[in-house]
């Protein structure tokens, strides 16, 4: 199906920056939206239910898993997540653009969901600064920190199937190249006949 809204998809390794990066696009794009996966980890830090993620128990996933819910849902880090496919078709119908932010496995299954789907994959400028950016993080143990360089190299070795690549080596530059691909997004045929109707339709326009 053919929506006007636009949908972005952002994975990356544990430390490459994606959170902080979609935060920051968040603040900077008042018409792009998250889009708030469940999880059965729990908080950290900061973080409130229904803001970050929906924080659920292994029994509310198995339900939501058993009912078709997700349009994905993966094991990462021994835990689960999974995006409400519901809560994404609503968003986007609506004509808003909406970013989420997931694992590479999840990344290809919202492709075959949403064939419009934008995929964008976040890269660390080397294997010495991911490491230093999982250690100044100071929320793992040294075990969980290997545990995620290991898991970093099966996923970086998916960067392929994406549509964009950013390497966040400087905060800044990466945020702009995030927002230089939802704006070339919105400028593309496909998308401004979508957002456009009417005024393709006034053009003569197919």
Known sequence: MDYPGNLFVVAAPSGAGKSSLVKALLEL????????????????GQEHHGREYYFVSDAEFDAMVEHHAFVEWAHVHGQRYGTSKKAIEERIAQGA??????????AI?????????????ILPPSWEELRARLERRGEDSPEVIELRLKNAAQEMAQ???FDFIIINELFERALFDL?????????????????????????NIA
Not at 97 to 106: A, C, K, N, R, S
Not at 179 to 203: E, G, I, M, P
Request: glycine letters at 2%; proline letters at 3%; charged letters at 25%.
């Open 29 to 44: 794009d008042s018409r792009v939206f998250p889009s708030i996966s469940h999880t059965t980890r729990a908080p950290r």
């Open 109 to 121: 299954q919202i492709k075959e969901a949403f064939s419009n789907a934008v995929l964008i994959f």
């Open 179 to 203: 927002k230089a691909v939802v704006h070339a997004q919105r400028l593309k045929f496909a998308a401004q006949r979508r957002a456009r109707a009417d005024t393709f339709r006034s053009l």
């Open 97 to 106: 653009d909406v970013i989420l932010e997931i694992d590479f496995q999840g």
């Open 159 to 161: 960067a392929c199937k």
